[in-house]
């Protein structure tokens, strides 16, 4: 059964019904339960079905697709001597298929792109010289290292060049697919406990698929993230070992932006990791963008404003908060931080990250889904005339000329507004007039899970959004 994906499948649907033989890639990060939707979608049955060996030579790629080949139904098949005959061979397996549409599945593509190996070329011979020619042919590619894809595939400028037909890239769950799954599952959880998971893990599938019934969230945690024998103790190594095949400048990078909320401009990356300033920085970076681990972005407001990228995937951050340092010394330590400083600095972080994974949500509790808006972050610094600097993490530029100023602010009960609360408000609302030079009116919103308390102060605020809110579909 699956939860959500209804987008994701229809397509799939749609490129099976097609008259036309179809290509379709689909990426996304590992755990996001690609392999499941197109397993799920045509019921575990296709014309032939592949899976890439990690870290294996060309010759072990080689006799796994013989295996593979065998076992949909190839009586007798020898080695292939490489790419090029083994596609020969499956080209020979599907001619003796029946059916409308032969599905052909080839799961963790980029594991068998060995060096060397020519597969690429091989590739883009069996769709051009075999599958495009026919209109009976679904070609289903798959792989969490969505960064070979885009570059070998989507920008490949020999013959795979515009040849994919559909495009699937697999994001993880929301709040409300995460409330779905929990149900489908009989786990009794609270809104405000399927908040905290989605800090810790966001919306990974499998990493929900391990909670267990009849344990508390903290319990759960504990025993999943920082027992010895936990399912997820080890994730993080083995996490960026599946995407790279030379993980450890992807790791620097990870580990040094771990240490930065905001993040990084290029240069301080590269002064604070001890980095060499070159193309393979660029790589890096683009590569853990494409996987969704970091986000580029600018400040509005800054002259001269250089690009920051900042770590965004929550398991990740997660381990480097309270995992990176506390290998296996405390098996209780979720559950024995409750309360304290350290966890309640991390949850506020970890709650502004969820409401940037739920701007849809947001837009919505606003009633301007329909309106054309422009997301960004703005700074201010400090002015002679007009005093200190001011930040604002989400700025929503409306186009019916309207600008909302989001504060994100993490709390067990109703928010308090309090008079340090109202001056701060107040001041980050002038030097935005000053500085954006705006004639559109300025809102300032709060979204905090439960509201705000009413008090003197409760109408600094012209929006507030909750955590109601962010689990609407």
């Not at 381990?319 to 024995?336: C, I, L, P, Q, R």
Request: hydrophobic share 35%; proline share 2%.
């Amino acid at each position: 059964m699956i939860t959500g994906r209804k987008t994701e499948r229809n397509e799939l649907i749609r490129a099976y019904e097609s008259e036309y033989s179809e290509f379709v890639a689909v990426t996304g990060r590992r755990r996001v339960g690609k392999t499941f939707l197109i397993r799920e979608t045509f019921g575990y049955k296709f014309a032939f079905q592949h899976s890439g060996l990690a870290n294996q030579k060309t010759q072990e790629q080689l006799k796994e697709f013989r295996l593979s080949l065998l076992k949909s139904g190839m009586k007798k098949c020898r080695v292939p001597t490489d790419w090029f005959d083994a596609f020969f061979l499956l080209s020979e397996l599907l001619d003796k298929k029946r059916g409308k549409k032969k599905v052909v599945f080839i799961d963790e593509l980029p594991w068998m792109d060995a060096p060397r190996s020519n597969f690429v070329s091989a590739l883009e011979h069996f769709w051009n010289g075999y599958a495009s020619a026919r209109k009976d042919i679904l070609l289903i590619i798959c792989g969490s290292a969505t960064s070979w894809i885009i570059n070998n595939v989507f920008r490949n400028h020999g013959g795979l060049h515009n040849r994919v037909t559909h495009r699937i890239n697999l994001q993880p769950f929301t709040l409300n697919e995460c409330e779905q799954y929990a149900q489908s599952r009989h786990l009794r959880m609270s809104r405000f406990e399927l908040l905290e998971c989605y800090m810790v893990m966001g919306g990974v599938p499998f990493y929900w698929s391990l909670l267990e019934q009849g344990r508390s969230v903290a319990q759960n945690i504990d025993n999943l993230f920082f027992s010895p024998k936990g399912r997820l103790h080890f994730e993080y190594r083995e996490l960026y070992d599946s995407l790279f095949k030379n993980p450890e400048p992807y790791l620097n990078v990870v580990s040094t932006l771990g240490t930065k909320r905001m993040g990084m401009t290029r240069e301080e990356l590269i002064t604070e990791g001890h980095i060499i300033n070159n193309g393979q920085l660029s790589k890096v970076l683009d590569d853990l963008e494409n996987c969704g681990f970091i986000r580029k972005y600018n400040y509005q407001g800054i002259r001269r404003s250089k690009a920051i990228f900042q770590l965004i995937d929550n398991f990740t951050l997660f381990y480097y908060k309270f995992m990176h340092e506390n290998e296996g010394t405390d098996e209780a330590f979720w559950s024995v931080n409750a309360n304290t400083p350290i966890r309640n600095t991390w949850e506020g972080l970890a709650f502004e990250r969820v409401c940037f994974e739920h701007i849809r949500q947001i837009k919505q509790a606003l009633g301007i889904s329909g309106v054309s808006t422009r997301l960004y972050s703005w700074r201010v610094e400090k002015d002679p005339v007009y005093g200190a600097g001011a930040q604002v993490d989400m700025v929503i530029d409306r186009s019916d000329q309207v600008t909302n100023l989001c504060e994100m602010k993490f709390s067990t009960k109703e928010y308090a507004i309090e008079k340090d609360d109202d001056d701060d408000l107040r001041h980050k609302l002038g030097r935005f007039v000053q500085a954006q030079k705006t004639h559109k009116s300025i809102h300032q919103t709060l979204i905090t899970p439960f509201g705000v308390k009413k008090n003197i102060y409760q109408f600094s605020v012209q929006n507030v959004i909750t955590a109601e809110d962010l689990f609407k579909e």
